[in-house]
Nanobody, 123 residues
Framework: VQLVESGGGLVQSGGSLRLSCATSGFIFDDYAIGWFRQAPGKERDDEGVSCVFETAGYTYYATSVKGRFTISSDNAKRTVYLQMNSLKPEDTGVYYC???????????????WGQGTQVTVSS
């Protein structure tokens, strides 16, 4: 399983970024993909900010990002995107793409990880 994130950067509060997670090495239709944040000085969150299992039409958003972030999946490209709008300084962190065989709803207990991409939101 390989996951490669891109799209992070520095943006002002209120700005937007789109993260991408390019995947390979597994049956895409069988896996859930999620985005997880590691805030500065903290461990990576156990629960993702957003997750998707395209096969079942399932998406999840943490309360803190609902209405601001949108997750989407392009199965042909095996890529999952996270559109991040109205960014806030508290969104700052390293964003990791995670993957797991779908075994039920929920945005946690992921097993495979990318290297992460830095998102910095200035006030």
């Amino acid at each position: 399983v390989q996951l490669v994130e891109s799209g992070g950067g520095l943006v002002q509060s209120g700005g937007s970024l789109r993260l991408s997670c390019a995947t390979s090495g597994f049956i895409f239709d069988d896996y859930a993909i999620g985005w997880f944040r590691q805030a500065p000085g903290k461990e990576r969150d156990d629960e993702g900010v957003s997750c998707v299992f395209e096969t079942a039409g399932y998406t999840y958003y943490a309360t803190s990002v609902k209405g601001r972030f949108t997750i989407s999946s392009d199965n042909a490209k095996r890529t999952v995107y996270l559109q991040m709008n109205s960014l806030k300084p508290e969104d700052t962190g390293v964003y990791y793409c995670g993957a797991k065989i779908f075994q039920g709803y929920g945005c946690y207990d992921y097993h495979f990880w990318g290297q992460g991409t830095q998102v910095t939101v200035s006030s």
